[in-house]
């Protein structure tokens, strides 16, 4: 079974016929995910817990790439770009791990944005460096929406390398950077 969290459904319900269609499994669900917000996150646990028990792959997949000129918060006053891009994921993977099946796995996709030392620093595509201030993940005293997805895919990165100290024998949990890609993490 394959259960997609999406933030509008409805939107994902042509990725959900295409797997239908080059699987021959009608085993494809659903379920509302946003993970700008904290409480939205826990309905949706709630819910795979609910209904299925356990969870055997969790693939964080999820970003905004819409930055704004402007700091915007969530309804928890979380900025939105961290908040999506970083806190929900993370929150999502906490609830999660008690789901975990023996042998499961955590996939938490990321880029070359953030490089692959254990530090607080990114390079961004021009080469300059990207620190984390981590007396300012909510970018409120410095707000530069630039730098911030970059931000966001390094905490990734170092969450991913965190968790895998959590989990028992037989889990994992690995970054992946699938390269440049068109996903439209504008819209």
Request: glycine share 6%; net charge positive.
């Amino acid at each position: 079974r394959v259960v997609m969290g999406c933030k509008h459904p409805e939107r994902c319900q042509a990725a959900r016929q295409k797997i239908v269609r080059q699987t021959d499994s009608k085993s494809v669900a659903i379920i509302g995910l946003d993970l700008q917000d904290m409480r939205k996150v826990h309905k949706f646990c709630d819910k795979i817990a609910e209904e299925y028990g356990r969870v055997d792959i969790l693939i964080n997949n999820a970003a905004t790439g819409k930055v704004s000129t402007n700091r915007q918060v969530t309804v928890q006053g979380l900025e939105r770009t961290m908040a999506v891009n970083h806190l929900g994921p993370m929150y999502l993977t906490q609830l999660i791990l008690g789901l975990l099946s023996p042998g499961g796995k955590i996939m938490t996709l990321t880029c070359s944005a953030a490089n692959k030392s254990p530090s607080t620093t990114a390079s961004t595509s021009n080469g300059s460096a990207v620190t984390i201030d981590p007396a300012d993940l909510n970018s409120e005293k410095v707000y530069n929406g630039d730098q911030l997805y970059q931000k966001t895919k390094l905490l990734n990165l170092m969450m991913a390398r965190q968790v895998a100290k959590l989990l028992k024998p037989g889990q994992s949990s690995v970054t992946v950077d699938p390269g440049l890609t068109w996903t439209n993490p504008y819209s």
